[in-house]
């Protein structure tokens, strides 16, 4: 039985109950022109200490290093990107990752490394 639907209601149904074994992978966001060149690949999952820019919404154009991810509910926390509370004291302001492209990818990681360039020996 297959698990696509074209209704919006059972799209965000899918989301919301996804398992965990499979939210990093919607955790992705797309790579900038320079590094969707460098690597063959449109689009990378997010991680805390990538620098991404954000397209969409009030903080358009701000760039940033991640701070924090939200994987069930598909959040990025962004550095500088803030709101304040009533009380006066301010909190980090959550941005949908489909509203933000990576600029620049923290690559300490040998996992992380091989799988940006696992496409690219099939060529």
Not at 3 to 24: E, F, G, I, N, T
Request: charged share 35%; net charge positive; aromatic share 6%.
């Amino acid at each position: 039985m297959s698990r696509v639907s074209s209704k919006p209601r059972k799209q965000r149904k899918l989301l919301y109950d996804a398992p965990y074994h499979k939210l990093p992978k919607l955790m992705s966001a797309h790579l900038s022109p320079q590094l969707r060149e460098k690597y063959a690949r449109r689009s990378f999952p997010v991680r805390v200490g990538d620098t991404v820019r954000i397209m969409r919404g009030e903080y358009r154009g701000v760039e940033g290093k991640v701070t924090g991810v939200d994987r069930k509910r598909q959040l990025v926390y962004v550095e500088n990107v803030t709101i304040k509370r009533a009380d006066g004291t301010t909190k980090p302001r959550p941005i949908h990752v489909s509203n933000i492209m990576i600029t620049q990818l923290r690559l300490d990681d040998k996992y992380r490394q091989s799988s940006l360039t696992r496409g690219k020996e099939a060529e």
